[in-house]
């Protein structure tokens, strides 16, 4: 069972950073070796994947990013059982909800589908 709380939301302008965490009840191991992910859905659009992590072993990590975010974002794994979400250069176009999303295994999925966890979601909301 992994219980997921989302943090660090709210509204910016354009230009700025925003960082949004995530905090997992479970297993430290669990945690560790879980694929975690962020998803975003803006109003009247699908969830989409922003980020992700899976376990490639020992404390190593691969992470994937969907093309609108690379290069601006930042998944990781930040001290006891938190995932962070790090997005540089806002535009108003990451106006959403963001979802923190689990899933057992180490093979990550673009869709939501396949991600058995989830948590309640934090907007943010990027103004020009």
Not at 30 to 55: D, H, I, P, S
Not at 74 to 86: E, M, N, P, S
Not at 92 to 108: I, L, M, N, Q, R
Not at 112 to 125: L, S
Request: with cysteine; hydrophobic share 30%.
């Amino acid at each position: 069972q992994v219980q997921l709380v989302e943090s660090g939301g709210g509204l910016v302008q354009a230009g700025d950073s925003l960082r949004l965490s995530c905090t997992a009840t479970t297993s430290e191991r669990t945690f560790n070796t879980y694929t975690m992910g962020w998803f975003r859905q803006a109003t009247g659009k699908e969830r989409q994947l922003v980020a992700t992590t899976t376990w490639a072993g020992s404390t190593t990590y691969d992470d994937h990013y969907a093309g609108s975010v690379k290069g601006r974002s930042t998944i990781f794994r930040d001290g006891a059982k938190k995932l962070v979400l790090q997005m540089d250069s806002l535009n108003p176009e990451d106006t959403a909800v963001y979802f923190c999303a689990a899933k057992s295994g180490d093979t990550y999925y673009y869709t939501d589908k396949y991600y058995k966890y989830w948590g309640q979601g934090t907007q943010v909301t990027v103004s020009t």
